[in-house]
């Protein structure tokens, strides 16, 4: 399985990533911890909006949508 | 592991029960199965969080169930959030029981935030629901490790078929009649706990008892609320940042391992209670309708043609109803005027006055229950996330959310239900910039002024091309005026931090028809009560000074007759009455301030119209026709060309025409910005549950119309 770094404005539809590390002390991030997106954390793109954001994944059997620019904080890599 | 406990009674007269879970878990269609029609949309005392209480009978004792606003967890981020939660957490508050709405759909996320209500003191049930939702997806729930795993009792409902209400009433009953806190233990890191041991230790030694989850929730949460107690007391606040220091180091990643934590034990929950495929089928039905509906180009195509479907038929389906009530005014006072024929001022006042008020307010009513008809229905189906999701570039950028929509295109039919419908927003600070950007949108009471002025002066000038696009741009100018006033407002007044943008798309279902109809309902009541009772008033004050004092109808004859002309028929009675209004309080008040509206381009007649139409804009073209004098009455098509011609030829007094078209314009820009509603105004004050920001949005939008129609007017006439 190979790895690499990935940003968040670089996420496709049906790319797989997983969450390498959080920045808690950003705004939004004790939500994204919240609803499951901390370390560890697997996720697939369902839908990207037509205009581009916000973002549709699919993580701990459910689907979250979210702005590219909220999810910044995380740190990602892409999965194969 | 249950222990029976006395938990102190709270002061309320009726014991109240609360609703909680995640957004989209089935709360509201529970709510409703529990509590019939019997609800109460309200606000949270000094705030705009709406607060839904109904009531419901347990073995013959009513009992209150409070609606929580939907939660994703007990830490607030947002003022809705934080008014929910206090709700529940604050000391004397506190509910009897609660109700965890549970999805059984989607347990993982669902389980978070039931374990830090597990850890709290109250009193908590489990009602699981879409269990429908599962079984289609050929899984199982197993209620009993499901049970055992929660530490209280499940009962699986499906509220829209009302299977397993009454065994939830029975789960209630026997909760209420024994309280327990719960003793969960989701398993956090060994240092965790030990580290708890030692504060509740540290604390025991300086008498402060504190129990171990409140040890540990402090550790994991600096803000946990059963901090509040010490955090001010710098001996006992050391004793915790000291062993926070020892679990993170230097690091703070206490909220990872907190969350990290509460997954890990909600996914052992899943393993053990769920029975059924683990990975979920490829492709639902919803995701196949969203293929289309997401689509990057026929996503958007079916967004476009529904919006439009959607407000064409505001206007055709609303259209009769409108016509049914009119004609009904019309006969009402025609029939009470004869009545009182005795006593001229008390007629004028119920026919003009009380009669036209209600009339007026009660006009709007079809398209408003029509409006949330729809909003209800593509709620209902899920549409209405799939249309944030798609709006969302396109109004995110400036500090709104892709919810704005909604609102924000109602408010181009009316800008009451307009504000009504901001409530889809998310928290308080993006409502209430929806709130004040949306009476911005030219609503439809501000097309019969377009109409006029274009077809007196644009048309005839410039042709229907001309007349055609000014009509777009007249629609067009409140939009493009909304966005700086936005970026303005976030940027100056509303300070603090920005909301993310997070929301889920549900899976589509047919709408439940009971709970559409409940949201028209409740909405057409608000409507009638806050608008009604403002809009009656302020008619009835206008009214007043459009009729005080009385002049002297023999003084008005006789300038009739110095004219030559002859003092009978309706001429002459139009006359007599153009001459009250214009000596009238507010017709001398219009002489008055010309010169503060003659920048713009307007004499003391448009002035006087201008100001008469303050209360409700609508008031305006009816007032032109008085003070032009061509009959107050511009319905039939004769007199909308005789008020077209009085307009066209009217004159300032040194002989100069009035009407260039560079006054039709400036007169136009001032009633596109203008926040000449007052049913808007209550609206506002209603939902801001503040007179402040109704103020704010009639000073902003006056301000506006004012310089912008003088620098079109003072501009224009430049370049001729």
Known sequence: MTEKILKAKDLKRGMKARVVSINEEEDVCPRLLELGLFPGTEFQVVKIAPLGDPIEINLHGYKLCIRRSEAGCLRLVELD | ???????????????????????????????????????????????????????????????????????????????????????????????????????????????????????????????????????????????????????????????????????????????????????????????????????????????????????????????????????????????????????????????????QSRYAWASKVKRDSYIGPTVPRKFTKSDRIDAVLTHRFFGLVFFLLLMYGVFQSIYTLAAPFMDIIDGGKTAFADFVSPMLSGAPAVQSLVVDGIIEGIGSVIIFLPQIMILFLFIAILEGTGYLARAAFLMDRLLGWCGLNGRAFIPLLSSFACAIPGVMAARVMPDQRSRLMTVLVAPLMSCSARLPVYMLLIGAVIEPRYGPIWAGFSLFLMHFIGLAVAIPVVLVLNKGIFKGKRLPFMMELPKYQWPRWKDVLLTVVSRAKVFLVTAGTIIFAMTVIIWALLYFPRGDEKAYSAEWVAQGKVTQGAEFEHYLEMRQREDSILGRFGRTIEPVFKPAGFDWRLTTAILAAFPAREVVVPAMGILFGSGSDIEGEEQEASLMNSINSAKWPDGRPLMTPWTAASLMVFFALCCQCMATLAAIKRETNSWKWAAFAFGYMTALAYVLSIAVYQIGSRFG
């Not at chain 2, 006395?6 to 609360?18: H, M, N, T």
């Not at chain 2, 409703?32 to 109904?54: D, F, H, M, W």
């Not at chain 2, 850890?119 to 197993?142: C, M, P």
């Not at chain 2, 040890?215 to 600096?222: G, H, P, Q, W, Y």
Request: with cysteine; proline share 4%.
């Open chain 2, 1 to 259: 592991m249950l222990n029976s406990i006395d938990l102190p009674k709270s002061a309320r007269a009726l014991p109240q029960i609360a609703l909680v879970g995640n957004p989209n878990a089935g709360k509201t269609s529970l709510f409703n199965a529990l509590t019939g029609s019997r609800q109460k949309i309200g606000n949270y005392p000094g705030v705009t969080v709406e607060k839904i209480v109904g009531s419901l009978e347990l073995d013959g004792v009513q009992h209150e169930l409070l609606d929580v606003p939907g939660l994703y967890s007990l830490t607030a981020i947002s003022t809705d959030e934080e008014v929910a939660i206090d709700a529940l957490l604050e000391s004397g508050q506190a509910p009897d029981l609660v109700i965890y709405v549970l999805d059984a759909s989607n347990l993982e996320r669902n389980l978070f935030l039931f374990s830090q209500l597990a850890e709290t003191d109250l009193n908590v049930i489990v009602a699981l629901t879409l269990t429908d939702v599962v079984k289609r997806e050929q899984g199982e729930i197993d209620l009993a490790a499901l049970s055992s795993h929660l530490g209280c009792e499940v009962i699986p409902v499906v509220a829209y078929k009302e299977t397993g209400i009454a065994q939830l009433k029975d789960a209630m009953v026997r909760a209420l009649a024994d309280p327990r806190e719960l003793e969960l233990d989701v398993g956090f890191p060994q240092i965790v706990l030990e580290s708890a041991d030692r504060v509740v230790d540290q604390m025991n030694r300086w008498g402060v008892d504190l129990k171990r989850k409140d040890a540990r929730c402090v550790l994991l949460d600096e803000h946990c609320t059963t901090g509040d107690r010490f955090r001010e007391i710098p001996e006992l606040w050391n004793v915790v940042e000291e062993e926070r220091a020892k679990i993170f180091g230097h690091t703070v990643q206490a909220k990872t391992v907190d969350a």
